[in-house]
């Protein structure tokens, strides 16, 4: 069965400090991957997504950026850590019959 | 302008009561629409998605209806339990735009 996997669940940072935020999907092979980011009552924006290994798109521009190095792997990242950046952040994959399926997330509070 | 608009925003019924969400979109072009269920602090689980043939597709104590020609889905829930507290996602489209939610809340 296909599994994803999402880390760390929570997260306190400084601002100005790097952020690296990872998942894997499990049990499936090229899937569509998605970043999003949830602020507190609002709804999802998409962030990035990828097609495939090194191939990203990015809805918005931002502080962050993200890289796929591995088939099954997608990395969040930034440099420098805003106030701003704080936020509940998602990773998802689709598969080839539409299901989209969630991380359970990871709350990151810059400080 | 692709768009899904929710209501209610939040909602606050009595344990056993049942209750409707609205989905209305001006998603183009049209392919699926589907309902998530979001506890809080926690990732999206699909309830359903339906595509443009599906008027209606159950899960459970969910039941979500489709009107492709209006435009508008609602997400029925039967008999509510205090675990059906959370947030109410609609996603349309391949494009997956996200409407902001409906926050539910079930009282005993």
């Known amino acids: 069965s296909q599994t994803i996997h999402q880390w760390p669940a929570t997260l306190v940072q400084p601002v100005g400090s790097p952020l690296s935020l990872e998942c894997t999907v499990e049990g499936t092979s090229n899937p569509n991957l998605y970043w999003y980011r949830q602020a507190a009552g609002r709804g999802l924006q998409l962030l990035f997504y990828s097609v495939g290994i090194g191939q990203i798109s990015s809805e918005v521009p931002q502080n962050l950026s993200a890289s796929r190095p591995q088939d099954r792997q997608f990395i969040l990242s930034s440099k420098k850590l805003l106030l701003s950046d704080s936020g509940f952040y998602l990773c998802a994959w689709r598969d080839y019959n539409e299901k989209l399926f969630f991380g359970s997330g990871t709350q990151l509070s810059v400080l | 302008k692709n768009q899904v608009e929710q209501s209610p925003q939040s909602l606050i019924i009595l344990e056993g009561k049942n209750c409707t969400l609205q989905c209305n979109y001006t998603v183009s072009p049209f392919s699926n629409l589907r309902w998530y269920k979001q506890d809080t602090g926690r990732g999206p689980v699909s309830l359903t998605i339906?595509?443009?043939?599906?008027n209606t597709k159950s899960n459970g104590r969910y039941t979500a209806t489709l009107d492709a020609d209006t435009k508008q889905s609602s997400l029925h829930i039967t008999a509510s339990q205090l675990s059906d507290s959370a947030s109410y996602i609609c996603?349309?489209?391949?494009?997956?735009?996200f409407g902001a939610g409906t926050i539910l809340r079930v009282k005993s």
């Open positions: 339906m595509t443009f043939s599906e």
């Open positions: 996603v349309v489209g391949n494009k997956l735009v």
